[in-house]
């Protein structure tokens, strides 16, 4: 048995305890994909970040849910660079590159008095009809047909992790949702391994313009992510797909995690360009303990 240390970090927050939790592992080139996968799933969290080396940006990022890795993960990239960062392991660089699955993406910092905030690149979005049964997609999570907005599309969205779009009325139903997640690959027939976005534009604080949950997929390990980044992403090409076609260009903050008490912010922004998008989401972290695991020999 060797002990590990993990560096806990919230993400999406300046408060401990507050965001969205990510486990951090530094110096990672040693680990196997076995264990990496093996911390993951010891340490808990909806995703684990290992930092490795790499030939073709300034570090390597791997991301592990408890049950698989996956391309990309938002709030995990805010807060293995916000500890890169602030241990001094990226020296005095404002502008570094990353590789992930997705392929290699540019990360600015930018400091706003005494916070470090990441802007992170995301991959180009991708987006998919949902032709399933609507009715039985939201009595998923506990809500009814009339409770969804049908003004714009339930999709599937990627900027480099598949989430379905749900677009709902009312800020009052984000309460009632109970995910039973054993019935979404069922329900996803497009892709069975995508997790569930629902949304709104009824918000809590003035200056955010969405509210969302985030319910994982069941093949993760986990049941909810209190505060998303790479949906938030998609969320902002959503925007400009459906909601406003007429504009090339938005920035907003998306609020999300109040119903499960790890309130978090993630700030969008999405410029078309032809048949592109730049699309970018930006926040902070915090550090908040050690963790040890035991890793079995």
């Known amino acids: ?5 993990v560096y806990h970090y919230d993400a999406f927050s300046t408060v401990p305890g507050q965001g969205n939790p990510a486990g951090v592992v530094f110096d990672a080139d040693h680990f196997s994909e076995t264990e990496m996968q093996q911390i993951a799933f010891k340490v808990g969290f909806n995703e684990t970040v290992f930092v490795l080396n790499s030939e073709v940006a300034d570090v390597r990022l791997r991301y592990f849910t408890p049950g698989h890795e996956i391309n990309l993960c938002g709030h995990a990239t805010m807060a293995s660079l916000y500890g890169l ?3 001094g ?13 997705v392929g290699t993406l540019p ?3 930018e400091r706003n008095a005494d916070t470090i905030y990441m802007e992170m690149k995301q991959d180009q979005p991708q987006f998919i009809p949902f032709q399933g049964d609507i009715e039985k997609l939201v009595s998923a999570i506990n809500l009814t047909l009339d409770e969804v907005d049908h003004s714009t599309p339930i999709v599937y969205g990627s900027t480099g992790t598949w989430t379905v779009l749900i677009p709902i009325r009312d800020l009052n139903s984000f309460m009632k949702m109970k995910p039973d997640s054993s019935l979404f690959p069922g329900i996803l027939i497009e892709n069975p391994k995508a997790s569930l976005h629902p949304f709104c534009f009824e918000t809590r604080d003035s200056d955010a313009m969405m509210h969302a949950r985030h319910f994982s997929s069941p093949y993760s390990g986990t049941t909810e992510d209190p505060v998303t980044g ?3 992403g998609v969320m902002g090409a959503y925007y400009l797909t459906y909601v406003k076609p007429e504009i090339d260009e938005v920035q907003f903050v998306i609020e999300q ?3 499960i008490g790890r309130d978090g912010k993630v700030q969008v922004s999405v410029i078309r360009d032809g048949e592109d998008m730049d699309v970018r989401m930006k ?5 908040v303990r050690e963790l040890n695991v035991e890793l079995d020999s």
Do not use: P
Request: zero cysteines; a neutral charge.
């Open 89 to 101: 392991m990226l020296s005095d660089k404002e502008l570094i590159t990353i590789e992930t699955n």
């Open 230 to 232: 790479t949906a938030s």
């Open 283 to 287: 926040g902070t972290a915090v550090f």
């Open 257 to 259: 995690g109040h119903e």
């Open 107 to 109: 990360i600015r910092f």
């Open 1 to 5: 048995m060797s002990n590990i240390t």
């Open 85 to 87: 960062k602030t241990r």
